[in-house]
């Protein structure tokens, strides 16, 4: 039965007909969604450009079913299929789900009864989804659990500092040997208790490299907070490419990439000074809203964000299936 109480409705396999049908539903959630949190984009609440994020997911591959009652559709559920660093997974992207108001968010769990024994078959144990915060209980009901957390902040106006206080400063690419110490910092705590994130040898490699191009771009803004002889703190922000904005990263927004303090300095105030700083920057640059993400299992930067202002608007969950569901001593009937 549906959340209103009729039978449910039929699934089938979703096709490219049903484009125009689930944009209308994705339009419509995302009105929702800036009701709760107007520093969502505007633009995603059109039909047209739903379509298009749609028609995109369709031709990368995002691939799933429909929920139909009478003809029409009641919800859609699309998945794209990958592996390597992620393991064999199943990845649904905010665009890639979304179901009737009038129906209810049964309706995806029903989809994802009907699309997750296929991909289990295929041997798929990690499924991810990214969902707005509204339909997270949906997903927690499912077994899904808190992976990273999508937040965004309303840049604070008002005239400001109009110069960095003392000790921070913006940094050159010649400061990489003296920034060496803390660019593994973000990997280290995402590997180690409690996230686990597994980590492999290329996400140390690529480091150094890629904050030589993030130092080297003159549209970021990396910001240094240097103590005794040495650098305590880092934070970057990066206005978000307009190809990068999407259903949680407003187009026009700054996005706040990157933060660390090395462990000597911390809980002296660095990170909290380098964030009002860029922030009043950025709002000087004209930026009124930042985005930002971190691991939820994070204990420093799950509480130290939302205490600078962020507001979590979308989660990536993640649900790890027991390996021993694909070999032999698993028996699922007699
Ligand atoms: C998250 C992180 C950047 C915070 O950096 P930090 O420089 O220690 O942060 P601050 O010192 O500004 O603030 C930390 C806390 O100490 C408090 N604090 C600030 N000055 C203080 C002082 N002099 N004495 C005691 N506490 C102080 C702050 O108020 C803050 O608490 P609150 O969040 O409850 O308000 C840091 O823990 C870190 O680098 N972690 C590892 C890497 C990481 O996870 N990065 C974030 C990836 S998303």
Request: aromatic share 6%.
């Amino acid at each position: 039965m549906s959340a209103t109480g009729s039978p449910g409705p039929a699934v089938e396999p979703f096709g490219p007909e049903r484009l125009e049908a689930a944009a209308e539903l994705l339009a419509a959630r995302h009105r929702r969604d800036r009701g709760h949190e107007p520093a969502l984009d505007e633009h995603h609440t059109t039909h047209a450009a739903c379509l298009a994020l749609l028609r995109q997911a369709w031709e990368d591959g995002a691939r799933g079913a429909v929920a139909l009652r009478g003809g029409a559709v009641a919800g859609y559920l699309l998945a794209r299929t990958g592996e390597g660093q992620r393991g064999r997974h199943c990845w649904t992207r905010p665009e890639d789900a979304a179901y009737a108001p009038d129906e209810g968010p049964v309706v995806l769990q029903r989809l994802y009864t009907e699309l997750s024994g296929p991909w289990v078959e295929d041997g798929r144990l990690h499924h991810y989804t990214v969902t707005p915060a509204a339909d997270l209980s949906c997903w927690l009901g499912l077994g899904f659990a808190h992976e990273q957390v999508h937040a965004l902040l309303t840049v604070p106006g008002g005239a400001g500092e109009d110069r960095p206080p003392s000790g921070v400063r913006r940094a050159v690419p010649s400061d990489i040997d003296a920034l060496e110490p803390l660019v593994g910092l973000i990997n280290a705590a995402h590997a180690a208790p409690p996230v686990f994130a597994f980590t492999d040898q290329p996400m140390w490699d690529i480091l150094r490299s890629g904050h030589l191009e993030l130092l080297s771009d003159p549209e970021v803004a990396y910001w240094i907070a240097e103590g005794s002889g040495a650098v305590d703190a880092f934070l970057v922000m990066r206005p978000v490419p307009v190809e990068e904005s999407s259903l949680v990263k407003p187009r026009g927004s700054v996005e706040l990439l990157l933060a660390s303090t090395a462990p000597h300095a911390r809980r002296s105030g660095a990170a909290t000074r380098l964030t009002r700083w860029a922030l009043a920057d950025a709002a000087r640059r004209g930026f009124t809203v930042c985005a930002s993400d971190w691991r939820a299992a994070n204990p420093l930067s799950s509480v130290f964000w939302p205490r600078r202002g962020f507001r979590p608007a979308a989660y990536r969950l993640h649900r790890i299936l027991d390996p021993r569901l694909t070999g032999p001593e698993h028996v699922p009937g007699p």
